[in-house]
């Protein structure tokens, strides 16, 4: 596996969303990375990360899967141009659809492994599907439908002050 998260690659402004962002000390901060042609994540759940006792919290999960997927896509898409993550212009991704399927318990313990596979990439938009496992077992899979940032959208956060980002 490669030591390189595609996380670290987002610029500063692009890097407080509270699943991966890695300027937001409130959130997950998930650090994604290439695995061959799938990419993986781990995360260590915290014990207050609880949904019934024992098992980890369902909407965690779908955060996972949500961050997890657009990172792939954004990779993904930079791979496809055959050039670096950190190169212009950007290639910003958002969630267009996220779609989360809970397959059994997700036991709250050791390390989540998350793993994404593109299947489809096609002009602005990249489809990843992605499975949380615990213990070698698929707890949860789902489907991320990412988007490229429109330019409108992408106008107005370069307006806004990096502070009340
Ligand atoms: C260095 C790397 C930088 C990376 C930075 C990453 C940022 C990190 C941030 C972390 C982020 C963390 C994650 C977060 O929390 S992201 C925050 C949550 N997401 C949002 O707020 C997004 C809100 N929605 C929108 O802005 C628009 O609806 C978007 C941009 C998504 C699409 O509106 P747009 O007008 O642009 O789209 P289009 O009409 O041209 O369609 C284009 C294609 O997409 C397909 N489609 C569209 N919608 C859907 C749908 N619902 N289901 C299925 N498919 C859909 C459509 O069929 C078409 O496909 P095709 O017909 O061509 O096949």
Same mark, same amino acid.
């Given at each position: 596996?490669?030591?390189?998260?595609?996380?670290?690659? /987002?610029?500063?402004?692009?890097?407080?969303?509270?699943?991966?962002?890695? %300027?937001?000390? %409130?959130g997950?901060?998930?650090?994604?990375?290439? *695995?061959?042609?799938?990419?993986?994540? =781990?995360f260590?759940?915290?014990? /207050?990360?609880? +949904?019934?006792?024992?098992?980890?919290?369902? &909407?965690? =999960?779908?955060?996972?899967?949500?961050?997890?997927?657009?990172?792939?896509?954004?990779?993904?898409? /930079?791979?496809?141009?055959?050039? +670096?993550?950190?190169?212009?212009?950007? =290639?910003?991704?958002?969630?267009?659809?996220?779609?989360?399927? /809970?397959?059994?318990?997700?036991? =709250?313990?050791?390390?989540?492994?998350?793993?994404?596979?593109?299947?489809?990439?096609?002009?602005?938009?990249?489809?990843?599907?992605?499975?949380?496992?615990?213990? &070698?077992?698929?707890?949860?899979?789902?489907?991320?439908?990412?988007?490229?940032?429109?330019? %409108?959208?992408? +106008?107005?956060m *370069?307006?806004?002050?990096?502070?009340?980002?």
């Amino acid at each position: 596996m490669q030591n390189d998260n595609f996380q670290d690659h /987002y610029p500063d402004e692009l890097s407080y969303c509270y699943g991966c962002g890695r %300027h937001n000390e %409130h959130g997950l901060q998930l650090k994604s990375s290439w *695995d061959g042609d799938e990419t993986v994540a =781990l995360f260590q759940p915290k014990p /207050y990360h609880i +949904a019934v006792p024992g098992y980890v919290y369902g &909407g965690l =999960l779908a955060s996972l899967i949500d961050c997890h997927g657009t990172g792939t896509a954004s990779a993904a898409a /930079y791979r496809n141009e055959g050039r +670096a993550m950190d190169t212009a212009p950007p =290639l910003r991704f958002v969630t267009a659809s996220l779609q989360v399927d /809970y397959l059994r318990p997700t036991p =709250l313990g050791g390390p989540l492994e998350i793993r994404g596979k593109i299947s489809e990439l096609k002009g602005r938009k990249v489809v990843v599907n992605v499975t949380v496992s615990a213990d &070698g077992e698929v707890c949860v899979q789902g489907k991320v439908i990412a988007v490229q940032m429109p330019e %409108h959208m992408a +106008a107005k956060m *370069d307006a806004i002050e990096p502070e009340s980002k």
